[in-house]
């Protein structure tokens, strides 16, 4: 099959058009994630929306429309039980994330057991997604984008020295709160492009990828979102042609990436 | 009547059930250049941070340009330099001028972007620190020195009319550490910009100072370093001998 015929694929355009709003999105949050030392916030709301799409399915609703409130309310848990609980970060995670398993288990089970649904949620199926889930990508995508656009500078402060943002007169309660609720937003959006098991890679790899090739914040950013949206791209035609997992595609070409990066700095810098 | 820049009364701060900082009291006019001192664990950076609202006081009042804390919101008046070390991740990937310009944020409004003209503020803030050179590099990049320059830059690049720095001039060598104080003494003099300067060491920051301000918990003594020198009060607190070297120093 040549590639103009398999572009001509709908399902293949949405997969595209989608896959790339949201690889730019993940891959812009994940450079304020790693350097915030937080990255592991994806992995744990990724498993909190795991137990949200369990309640989506158990009520015969779209996962999507349930899983972004519940997933924003576990975020903003996060932050509450490492400001006022006093916990550390890793640990509000790990205690969020069990919550969000548990509850997926427990829901799936009252359900009768897990279905073919939750299991393309659990590992993706971004050649499956629907036509109002592309618009939807988009449109929030393009929100969290714009978001991160219009607080960049107030989110590069914080991210290198939270107390002289405060200092500063940024409000970085509002500005914290905002972010982990935009990252909740983008880790359900995710769950179909690579599956909750690996949101966390879209999140981590392109940024860490970035962070070995680029030489200021800005470039960070553009490099970041440059291999996060080839490496979906790639996933996804290459998945194609090869008969294989697009998600699991996509990690595996992030993680080549990465590697490629490393080894670019270790050439340039002796 | 001028306006204190400054004023704190009754200052008490605990941690858990330790006394950190008890009964401080002093206010610091405009124009004021002021050395706080005190030994390793004497609470200088803990009284700093309350100044600057990032702790909360267990009781007392702080005013600052004669507005309470609690509803103080001219934060673009203050430049402040943090401890070194905890600031910086050395791997960030921010080049100088990136970071400098973080320290115009305060005077933006929403959307806070850069134009051309914050560009020149930051590049004529660069010269005056001899680092323009440097602009772009990431500050990961940088010597201790170079990093704890482009620190106090990012203090200073909103021309504050109160500055407040903890331990700027640990990581300079001693020609940029006069170099810096020359900086801060053309501000504090021709600017009449108000400075706190966070240091232990207490012989040579009274050769720059005008007022020295010594904790050890408790205020133990605000005046001039002459006064200091010349203080009973502080030869009965340090014995005679220390504080001749100290002020033999000066």
């Given at each position: 099959m040549e590639l103009t015929e398999f572009l001509r694929y709908g399902f293949i355009q949405r997969a595209l058009i989608a896959g790339t709003f949201i690889g730019i999105l993940c891959s812009t949050l994940g450079v304020f994630l790693v350097l915030r030392r937080f990255s592991l916030i994806g992995d744990g709301l990724a498993h909190a929306t795991f137990g949200s799409v369990a309640l989506a399915l158990l009520l015969k609703m779209s996962p999507l429309y349930v899983s972004i409130p519940l997933v924003m309310i576990c975020s903003l848990g996060i932050l509450k039980l490492t400001e006022r609980?006093?916990?550390?970060g890793d640990a509000a995670i790990g205690v969020v994330s069990s919550l969000g398993i548990a509850g997926g288990v427990m829901l799936s089970s009252i359900a009768g057991g897990f279905n073919v649904d939750l299991f393309s949620y659990l590992f993706g199926s971004v050649l499956s997604i629907s036509n109002a889930e592309v618009v939807i990508s988009i449109l929030l995508s393009v929100l969290v984008i714009l978001i991160i656009i219009f607080y960049y500078n107030e989110l590069l402060s914080i991210t290198f020295d939270e107390d002289s943002a405060k200092v500063s007169g940024i409000n970085t309660k509002f500005i914290n709160s905002t972010f982990v609720l935009l990252t909740a937003v983008t880790v359900v959006l995710s769950m179909k492009v690579v599956g909750i098991m690996l949101i966390s890679a879209l999140l981590i790899f392109p940024a860490v990828t970035?962070?070995?090739?680029?030489?200021?914040?800005?470039?960070?950013m553009v490099t970041a979102s440059l291999t996060a949206m080839t490496s979906v791209v790639l996933g996804i035609v290459l998945s194609f042609f090869l008969d294989l997992p697009t998600g699991a595609m996509i990690v595996l070409i992030n993680f080549i990436f990465f590697v490629s990066?490393?080894?670019?700095?270790?050439?340039?810098?002796? | 009547m001028s306006i204190d820049v400054l004023s704190i009364e009754n200052l008490y701060f605990r941690y858990?059930?330790?006394?950190?900082l008890s009964d401080i009291s002093f206010s610091v006019k405009a124009g004021d250049y002021i050395g706080l001192v005190g030994p390793n664990g004497s609470g200088k950076t803990t009284l700093i941070k309350i100044i600057l609202g990032l702790l909360k006081p267990h009781s007392g009042n702080i005013s600052i340009f004669g507005k309470d804390i609690s509803t103080f919101s001219g934060w673009a008046r203050i430049g402040y330099l943090p401890q070194k070390m905890s600031a910086v991740n050395p791997r960030f990937p921010a080049t100088v001028s990136e970071v400098v310009a973080m320290g115009l944020l305060s005077k933006k409004s929403f959307p806070k972007h850069m134009n051309r003209y914050d560009d020149s503020t930051v590049d004529n803030t660069l010269d005056l620190l001899d680092i323009k050179n440097l602009k772009n590099t990431p500050i990961g990049e940088l010597s201790g020195g170079q990093q704890q320059r482009t620190l106090v830059a990012r203090a200073l690049v909103n021309n504050p009319e109160f500055v407040i720095l903890d331990e700027p001039t640990d990581a300079l060598d001693p020609e940029m550490r006069d170099r810096f104080f020359d900086i801060m003494n053309n501000l504090n003099k021709k600017k009449k910009v108000t400075v706190i300067i966070v240091t232990h060491d207490m012989g040579n920051i009274g050769r720059y100072t005008s007022k020295l301000l010594y904790i050890d918990?408790?205020?133990?003594?605000?005046?001039?370093?002459e006064?200091?020198?010349q203080s009973s009060e502080i030869t009965q607190f340090f014995g005679e001998f220390a504080q001749h070297v100290?002020?033999?120093r000066h």
């Open positions: 609980a006093r916990l550390y970035a962070l070995q090739i680029a030489r200021s914040f800005k470039a960070v990066g490393l080894t670019y700095k270790r050439i340039t810098k002796g | 858990n059930s330790s006394e950190v918990k408790k205020l133990i003594f605000y005046g001039s370093f006064d200091f020198c100290i002020c033999h």
